[in-house]
């Protein structure tokens, strides 16, 4: 995703499709929180969510900067690509890590909209972000996986057929390092709602169908692990970085958002028979906030661009995330101030998609482990935790 390759044509059809979901679906769905359905199969039926899938699969076999590009024009737009989002950042851990027969099995159905995998099953609430601390079990009874447990932030698992598993083989006090003892399973959940597991929605202040699901002897075929058991950790944390980046890349889209709506505001709002945008009050915070925008955009591609040559990205992805999340919510905060008063009324939109922003700070991955990770792996000072 540079400046001579920045997927002009991906990016003139994710406009033209959002033109069709406007504010007002965005705003019944919001207020209804319900699942934007229909965005969802339109963006399947038009191969976007299938994009990073290889064409051996029936996907279109693309880069992860276009499925960047993707997320950034949808969120550019007015809408969010929450309900969606994960398809493509937990593709790579089947990708990268199942069997030929999973994905032979699974990725052509996902890729023409058959089945759904959105739902990634990893937060406990007792771990949170300490994820070699979950307590779900997966124990091997010959046949199946029996899986108990719990787990929470497990968003759209109620629109998903799917389920991509974290969960513990081997206890914690009988492996070498606290990362090994966990494996991954791909689950399909159709026949085992409402049975053995059950899925409880989180209501919460945007519309991000989360929810909380607990496991009872659920059982979960053999053939359904991905990969070497008791190496889920590893292949979790390797399709971290690009989940960091196609956030990062929400994160520019809705910082566009709040920038061009802030700007036509104050263009057009008169107080004291004048444009507010004439006082310096007003431009500045703009002006700054557009600045903050294009340096964490840069960083942004950087990291796309590591990703894709199959380098390391590792620093360049979680400094995408953290300066990128910054910079939304700086734009955010800075729209807000600019409508004032009118900012808060649900017409305009700022209100939802400043809720929509404040997620970024926290999720996934805290801005507090961001800055952890830096200076620990980057600037090589002592581990704090």
């Keep these: ?73 949808i969120h550019k737009s007015g809408g969010n ?20 027969e999973q994905k032979l099995k699974y990725l052509p159905k996902i890729a023409s909209g058959e089945l759904r995998l959105q739902a990634f099953g990893v937060t406990e609430p007792s771990s949170g972000s300490d994820t070699s601390s979950l307590k779900t079990t997966a124990k091997f009874d010959g046949k199946n996986f029996i899986i108990n447990g719990q787990k929470v932030w497990t968003s759209r698992a109620e629109h998903s057929d799917l389920l991509l598993l974290l969960a513990r083989t081997t206890p914690l006090g009988k ?17 085992l709602i409402g049975k053995s597991l059950t899925i409880k929605p989180i209501k919460t202040m945007m519309n991000h169908a989360t929810t909380e699901l607990f496991f009872k002897d659920m059982p979960v075929p053999k053939e359904n692990l991905v990969g070497t058991i008791d190496l889920g950790f590893k292949y979790i944390l390797s399709g971290m970085n690009a989940e960091r980046i196609l956030i990062a890349a929400e994160c520019i889209g809705d910082a566009k958002w709040f920038i061009e709506k802030a700007r036509l505001y104050a263009k057009e709002r008169e107080v004291f028979n004048r444009p507010i ?11 700054k906030a557009y600045s903050k925008m294009r340096a964490a955009e840069l960083m942004l591609r950087e990291a796309a661009n590591l990703f894709d040559q199959g380098k390391n990205p590792g620093e360049a992805a979680n400094l995408a995330k953290l300066l990128c999340s910054e910079a939304s919510w700086e734009a955010a905060e800075v729209c807000m101030q600019t409508f004032g008063g009118f900012g808060f009324a649900q017409e305009y939109d700022v209100e939802r998609k400043y809720r929509e922003a404040r997620l970024y700070q926290v999720a996934p991955i805290s801005t507090n482990l961001i800055l952890s990770y830096i200076a620990e792996h980057v600037l090589d000072l002592p581990r704090s935790y």
């Design 1 to 73: 995703m540079n400046s001579s390759e920045d997927h002009r044509d991906i990016r003139d059809g994710i406009a033209k499709l959002c033109a069709e979901f406007g504010s007002k679906y965005w705003q019944e769905c919001d207020q209804g929180s319900n699942y934007p359905k229909d965005f969802v199969n339109a963006l399947t039926k038009e191969g976007f969510l299938a994009s990073l899938i290889p064409e051996k699969y029936g996907g279109s076999g693309l880069r992860l900067s276009a499925g960047a590009v993707i997320l950034e024009e």
């Design 81 to 100: 690509a929450g309900a969606c989002h994960a398809q493509m950042y937990t593709m790579g851990t089947i990708l990268r890590h199942g069997s030929e």
């Design 175 to 191: 492996t070498k390092k606290r990362t090994e003892g966990l494996s991954v399973f791909l689950v399909d959940i159709r026949g």
């Design 277 to 287: 945008g004439k006082n310096q009050g007003v431009q500045f915070p703009i002006a």
